[in-house]
Every structure is written in structure tokens, then in C-alpha cells.
């Protein structure tokens, strides 16, 4: 089992930035492939970014492109999202996520089997 709390996310003005993290417990955190995805109402989970296990393959959405930039430490637990030029069709609650074992990144959201609680980020205009 893997237990992911994201940090607090927030509101800011369009163009601001924002950085999240995911800090993860109960396995290897090295382990296990992450993502960021992100809902709004009545919509479906939104791929945002993936990692791999060591950090060195990243995907990225087509819309946080040149904009928005995952990272990983290992020896912390943790993920971050760091996010830049945001916007106000970024507001989302945005969610961690991980893939089981020993798996490749994935944009998938059925492809992740842990998720966090999620947190909001609302970007102003």
C-alpha cells in the first residue's frame, strides 16, 4: 500500500505560480512511477504530468507544456509540481498519483492504482 498527501494548494492570480507536493508513505517511494492529474466539475480526470521511478522520463499534458515541471526526490518522498504562467483554465483540484511496482510512467488515470486526496488550486483572472 502506498499513502500519498498532496500539500495545500491555493489561489493566485493568473500568470503567478504555485508549487505542489506529494509526499508518499508505506513502500519505496523509488519504487513506484507518479502523476499528476487534475478534475473539474463534471469533467474527467485530466492527465497533467507522469514521472519514472528515477526521475529521468517525464511526460508532460499538451496544455502545461513550456509551463509546468515535475520532479522527484527520492530520498525525501516526495514529488513536486512546479507550476509557472498559470492560468485561470488551470484551476482544478489536482490529485498525486502512483503506479504499482516497477511499472513505466503512464497518462492513463486507470493506470494509476494510489491517489491522493487531492487539493485545490484556483487561478484568478
Known amino acids: 500500500q502506498v499513502q500519498l498527501v498532496e500539500s495545500e494548494g491555493g489561489l493566485v492570480q493568473a500568470g503567478g505560480s504555485l508549487r505542489l507536493s506529494c509526499v508518499a508513505s508505506?513502500?519505496?517511494?523509488?519504487?513506484?512511477?507518479m502523476g499528476w492529474f487534475r478534475q473539474t466539475p463534471g469533467k474527467e480526470r485530466e492527465f497533467v504530468v507522469a514521472i519514472s521511478r528515477t526521475g529521468t522520463i517525464t511526460l508532460y499534458g499538451e496544455s502545461v507544456k513550456g509551463r509546468f515541471t515535475v520532479s522527484r526526490d527520492n530520498a525525501k518522498n516526495t514529488m513536486y509540481l512546479q507550476m509557472n504562467a498559470l492560468r485561470p483554465e488551470d484551476t482544478a483540484v489536482y490529485y498525486c498519483?502512483?503506479?504499482?511496482?516497477?511499472?513505466?510512467?503512464?497518462?492513463?488515470?486507470?493506470?494509476?492504482?494510489?491517489w491522493g486526496q487531492g487539493t485545490q488550486v484556483t487561478v484568478s483572472s
Open positions: 508505506g513502500r519505496t517511494f523509488s519504487d513506484n512511477a
Open positions: 498519483a502512483a503506479r504499482s511496482a516497477y511499472l513505466g510512467v503512464s497518462t492513463m488515470n486507470t493506470e494509476y492504482l494510489y
